[in-house]
C-alpha cells in the first residue's frame, strides 16, 4: 500500500544513523507518513556486514530503534525518545546494497514515556527484522549538550526524497 509522505525528518552531522557527514554511518532518511508512522530508508554497504552479503544484526536493531524512537516527533516535534528497552527478533537475513526501509510507530504513550513497535522490510516486501521499544520522553537539553547549528540538526531535502512510500 503507498501512502503519501508529510515531511521529511532532519538528518545530522555525525549520527551513525542519521549523520550525513559520518563516513561510517548508514545515512538514512526519515519520512513521516500520512498515516502516522515514520520510514526510513537507507542503502547498508558491504562496511556494515557481519557474515558475507549480510547486514550486521546491531546495524538492524540500531536503525530500527531510532525510527521507533524519532517517531514520537511526528506528534511532540521537542520531544525525544531515549530508548530504555529494545526486543529485536532476526526473521530472515537482511542483504546490504540494497534499499531498505524500516517503519516505525507509537502503540502506546503516557506524559513519561511511550512504546512503539517496528519493522525492517525488504526490498520484496517482506519482513525481516521486528522490534518493540520503551522509550523515555525528553528534551535535547535533558539528554546533551545538542547544538543544532553545529550538529548540522535540519531538513536536508534531496532529487531523491519519495512524495509516496509503498510499504
Not at 81 to 87: A, I, Q, S
Request: hydrophobic share 35%; charged share 30%; proline share 4%.
Amino acid at each position: 500500500m503507498k501512502h503519501k509522505v508529510r515531511k521529511k525528518h532532519q538528518n545530522s552531522k555525525l549520527c551513525f544513523v542519521c549523520g550525513l557527514k559520518n563516513n561510517f554511518g548508514i545515512k538514512a532518511g526519515f519520512y513521516e507518513l500520512e498515516n502516522n508512522e515514520l520510514v526510513a530508508t537507507f542503502t547498508p554497504c558491504e562496511m556494515h556486514q557481519s557474515y558475507p552479503g549480510r547486514l550486521h544484526g546491531g546495524i538492524a536493531s540500531a536503525i530500527l530503534d531510532e525510527t521507533i524512537g524519532r517517531a514520537i516527533m511526528i506528534e511532540h516535534d521537542e520531544i525525544w525518545g531515549v530508548t530504555v528497552e529494545l526486543n529485536v527478533k532476526f526473521k530472515k537475513p537482511v542483504p546490504y546494497d540494497v534499499e531498505l526501509k524500516v517503519v516505525g510507530r507509537i502503540t502506546e504513550q503516557n506524559k513519561r514515556f511511550f512504546f512503539g513497535t517496528g519493522e525492517l522490510i525488504l526490498p520484496d516486501g517482506s519482513v525481516a527484522v521486528t522490534a518493540t521499544g520503551k522509550y523515555i520522553k525528553l528534551p535535547i537539553e535533558k539528554i546533551a549538550d545538542f547544538d543544532h547549528k553545529e550538529q548540522e540538526w535540519r531538513v536536508i531535502s534531496m532529487e531523491s526524497d519519495p512524495e509516496e512510500i509503498e510499504i
